[in-house]
């Protein structure tokens, strides 16, 4: 008897899409929803969701 592979091992088909159906793609009320968020904290600044942590830091050289 084989081993049977599990559901979440198995991938999807990719899908090819132009910029264009991207472009024109229909937005849910969530998708709205969720992007009206993002706009209010990019509006007013927000950066604090932002990981800095893996971003070298300049050296004396770069700064001078």
């Not at 008897?1 to 899409?17: F, P, V």
């Not at 991207?22 to 009320?29: A, G, H, P, R, S």
Request: no cysteine; net charge positive; charged share 35%.
């Amino acid at each position: 008897m084989g081993k049977k592979s599990s559901a979440s091992s198995q991938h999807e088909e990719l899908k090819s899409m132009k910029s264009a159906d991207i472009k024109n793609k229909q937005l849910t009320e969530q998708d709205r929803r969720v992007l009206g968020r993002l706009v209010e904290a990019q509006d007013s600044g927000d950066d604090s969701r932002i990981n800095f942590e893996d971003i070298p830091k300049l050296t004396k050289s770069q700064l001078a």
